[in-house]
């Protein structure tokens, strides 16, 4: 009786989606668990798609936030003392100048969290070189285009916090009138989902730090550094919004 | 694709706090959702009982909450509504089962983020905390009732319940929101990410279908029921004015200018009407999966059931007005709203219409998760034929506000929910504890429930057509509705056994879970992934296989075949699809 030796599936290494990289395939922690290796091009597939499904409720947020402010910026207010129906909606006297620097802040971050994630998508491309003994790349660090992003973003947070105070000083409170109330919301939602960016990047970079697998941090990376475009889409949308629809 | 090595990334835990209080499993996720529910809908019943009993005998006073004033039945009627909408109808199928079978229906190990998934179990479980915790502050519970309608909900002295209390529903919704968004991320991308080899999209079963649209429904809707949440939070607290005009409460004149009470209605109903659907998708999926097993046919027209909750989904969001024709919208609106709306009917024909043509000329199993699954199209059928009424504008204007509309909707949205809750725990008990439910308490269970919910709800349509109006917290006074009271009084009692008979199904799942028969793998004969696998499923679903998927989910009778099932990994048989 003939038997045939069984066959040992040998798997290639399968192309990661959006760097070119090929993953490593023993990729150190994968949570603690033990059940196999993690496939990082999956996870940063899978990472990829949650994050395109979470924009829909962001958009879907800030949609009806601004569906909201065209309405009642349309609304007439009645007046007790004319017995009357006025337009009562007061134009907000927006700090235009600190606002286009944060704008630029925003976008010189955005540019800077791009390079990050092709930055570390390179590093991730590299690992499996670098685990070669005796293979030395140089300098590996490179320009901590991460640690920029989170000042940036950081820089942008404060400015913002600084126009808030122009708004103040300017006698435009959150109560002082619907189009206040609208720019204070709007703008205060932005920063929250932003500074909810900044605390990953700045999670991946304090990582970064201590021998964490590049191919992890990469995905974190990578995902937030698409987030964080959005989020700039999203700010030039309401800036817009609160400008030109004054 | 996935494997299910790459996916299950952490070990089955060992210890007690690891295995069942912050579990990573979607199996136990789905079962602290699932039990979440069954102790909201104790809770939510309870409430509803107690209002029934001040209907009847409005000077009782009642254990617990003692003497009901007209403010504490809007508090009864303000939580009964928010629990049962968001506690139990939206948590127990979608989240509850979605969780459990979901992954196991796809051929996955577990759901894309195991971490955010126990994260948005634990969010439900606090925002059902602080919703609960509004019983015990000062002022009581909310007043508003479960829609919040502007400007009650958004003055701090407009009633008792609407100071603290208020804040803590508003509270206990946002981060509801958040919890359903988390969950409904991970659903999506389960399903689109994580399917087994073979198992196509157009293989799924209608669970999974139903659980895909209902999670992008919730995607859409709950971030909107945030917003408009936070809004109304600005409102209460920090003076805006989005949705409160000009107004004076108690001969105090508020500083509110301008604002909207129909922004509120908008933005509400905008999610609210959504959440109908997201309550009552996964109990169509339950229902189509039951029939089709216990009739051990095929789906009638699988291809035209998808179909048909995609077109429910999507019109869904276009019908929102209809909730406002009395609030004073353009007659072109509400002309455009109520022609959605009746277009709604359509997809629910199509379905009802395969429901039945599934079960014609089939060799029927009338066991107990059958029985409820022809209960849930009974139901179904009964709340919707009210639907058309309330659609038209014309109809609408007279019956808002009545009992009419509690009726229709208690049918179509609650009960039958709750028949596609009973319908799938009787169906999937098995395979969740390896044992089954007693057959015949079942069967007494879902006799007593079906009339006793006929008996409740089917009268209200005609207390609405004699003009009773909803809310009202006596009426027993009121000259021209004296001559109903011996109807509502049929109803409190069909209540009363009805809840009793609840009663019946709580002791047989925990009798059951400990001492029923065991389950074998397969004890009905399915064809679905789930079934492949042992009972209870193993910590990562399949026990390291990775299935592979070749036939569609209802190949029952299939000719040539050497059962009357195949199942969808059986590699062999006819191969269709």
Redesign the interface.
């Known amino acids: 009786m003939t038997s045939l030796s069984p066959t040992v599936p040998v798997s290639v290494p399968e192309t990661g989606q959006g760097g070119g990289s090929a993953p490593p395939r023993f990729g150190g922690d994968?949570?603690?668990?033990?059940?196999?290796?993690?496939?990082y091009g999956?996870?940063l597939?899978?990472a990829r798609?949650?994050l395109a499904?979470?924009l829909?409720?962001?958009?879907?947020?800030?949609?009806?936030?601004v569906s909201?402010y065209i309405?009642?910026q349309g609304?007439?207010?009645?007046d007790?003392k004319t017995n009357t129906y006025v337009r009562?909606w007061i134009p907000v006297e927006l700090p235009l100048a600190l606002l286009l620097v944060n704008t630029g802040l925003l976008a010189a971050s955005s540019l800077s969290a791009e390079l990050a994630r092709r930055q570390i998508t390179r590093q991730a491309a590299l690992a499996p070189v670098r685990s070669i003994p005796g293979v030395s790349l140089g300098n590996e660090a490179g320009f901590p285009w991460l640690w920029v992003t989170v000042l940036l973003g950081g820089g942008f947070l404060v400015g913002q916090w600084l126009a808030w105070q122009q708004m103040a000083d300017r006698g435009f409170y959150?109560?002082t009138s619907?189009s206040s109330?609208f720019m204070y919301?709007l703008t205060a939602?932005h920063g929250v989902h932003l500074a909810g960016g900044v605390v990953v990047l700045l999670y991946a970079a304090v990582v970064s730090l201590f021998h964490t697998p590049i191919e992890a941090r990469r995905i974190v990376v990578d995902v937030t550094a698409w987030y964080w475009h959005f989020m700039f889409l999203l700010w030039i949308g309401i800036f817009g919004l609160l400008w030109l629809m004054r | 694709m996935?494997?299910?090595?790459?996916v299950?990334?952490?070990?089955a835990p060992q210890g007690f706090i690891r295995k069942y209080i912050f579990s990573l499993d979607h199996k136990v996720i789905g079962l602290q959702y699932y039990f979440l529910a069954l102790i909201a809908v104790f809770v939510g019943m309870f409430l509803s009982l107690l209002m029934r009993i001040h209907l009847i005998w409005p000077t009782a006073v009642l254990p617990l909450v003692g003497e009901i004033k007209p403010e504490t039945y809007l508090s009864l009627l303000t939580m009964h509504g928010t629990i049962m909408v968001f506690f139990v109808l939206t948590t127990a199928p979608q989240s509850g089962f979605g969780n459990y079978f979901l992954p196991i229906q796809i051929g996955a190990p577990d759901m894309?983020?195991p971490v955010l998934n126990m994260l948005s179990f634990w969010t439900t479980f606090v925002a059902f905390v602080v919703l609960v915790s509004a019983f015990f502050v000062s002022g009581g519970a909310p007043l508003h009732g479960w829609t919040g309608y502007a400007p009650l909900s958004a003055l701090t002295n407009s009633g008792p319940g609407e100071q603290l209390g208020a804040d803590l529903w508003i509270a206990s919704i946002a981060i509801f929101c958040i919890a359903s968004?988390m969950g409904?991320?991970n659903f999506?991308?389960t399903t689109?990410?994580l399917r087994a080899k073979g198992m196509t999209m157009m293989r799924m079963p209608l669970t999974c279908w139903a659980w895909f649209i209902t999670a992008i429904l919730g995607?859409?809707?709950?971030?909107?029921l945030?917003?408009?949440g936070?809004?109304l939070l600005?409102d209460r607290n920090?003076?805006?004015?989005?949705y409160v005009?000009?107004v004076v409460v108690n001969g105090q004149?508020m500083?509110h200018?301008?604002?909207?009470p129909l922004?509120w209605q908008?933005?509400f109903w905008?999610f609210g009407h959504p959440e109908v659907y997201i309550a009552i998708l996964p109990g169509m999926g339950v229902a189509s999966q039951i029939l089709s097993t216990f009739s051990r046919k095929p789906i009638f027209g699988y291809k035209a059931m998808v179909y048909a909750i995609m077109a429910i989904g999507i019109l869904g969001f276009v019908v929102w007005g209809h909730h406002m024709f009395m609030s004073g919208m353009s007659p072109y609106s509400a002309f455009a709203f109520s022609i959605m709306t009746m277009m709604i009917g359509v997809p629910s024909a199509i379905k009802t219409f395969n429901w039945l043509g599934t079960i014609h000329n089939g060799r029927v199993r009338f066991q107990t998760p059958m029985l409820f699954g022809i209960g849930f199209v009974s139901l179904f059928v009964s709340g919707g034929l009210s639907g058309p009424f309330l659609a038209q504008p014309v109809l609408d204007i007279p019956l808002h506000d009545t009992y009419f509309v509690v009726g229709h909707f208690h049918l179509i949205m609650g009960v039958a929910a709750i028949f596609g809750i009973f319908a799938g725990t009787y169906y999937w008990f098995p395979k969740m504890f390896g044992r089954m439910m007693s057959e015949s308490l079942g069967r007494v269970h879902c006799l007593i429930t079906l009339i006793g919910t006929y008996a409740i709800f089917m009268p209200m349509h005609y207390l609405g057509m004699a003009g009773q109006t909803r809310r009202y917290s006596q009426f027993t006074e009121v000259q021209y509705m004296t001559h109903l009271i011996p109807l509502q009084t049929f109803m409190t009692y069909a209540a009363f056994i009805t809840i009793a008979a609840q009663f019946i199904f709580l002791f047989n799942l925990f009798w059951s879970m400990f001492k029923g028969p065991k389950a074998s793998d397969n004890p009905w004969e399915a064809t679905t992934l789930e079934w492949t696998t042992a009972t209870p499923p193993p910590h990562?679903n399949f026990g390291g296989r990775t299935p592979v998927v070749y036939h569609g989910p209802y190949e029952y009778s299939v000719p040539g075949a050497a059962k009357d099932y195949v199942m969808q990994t059986d590699p062999a048989g006819v191969t269709t699809h």
Not at chain 2, 238 to 242: H, N, Q, R
Request: hydrophobic letters at 55%; proline letters at 4%.
């Open positions: 994968d949570g603690g668990g033990g059940d196999g290796y993690p496939d999956r996870r597939r899978r798609l949650g499904v979470a829909a409720p962001i958009l879907m947020f800030f949609v009806s936030l909201a309405v009642r609304l007439p207010t009645f007790d009562e959150l109560a619907a109330s919301l939602a | 996935a494997t299910s090595a790459s299950h990334a952490h070990a894309a983020f968004l409904a991320l999506i991308t689109l990410d995607l859409l809707a709950f971030g909107v945030l917003s408009a936070i809004l600005l920090l003076g805006t004015s989005f005009p000009l004149v500083a200018r301008g604002g909207s922004l908008h933005l905008f990562d």
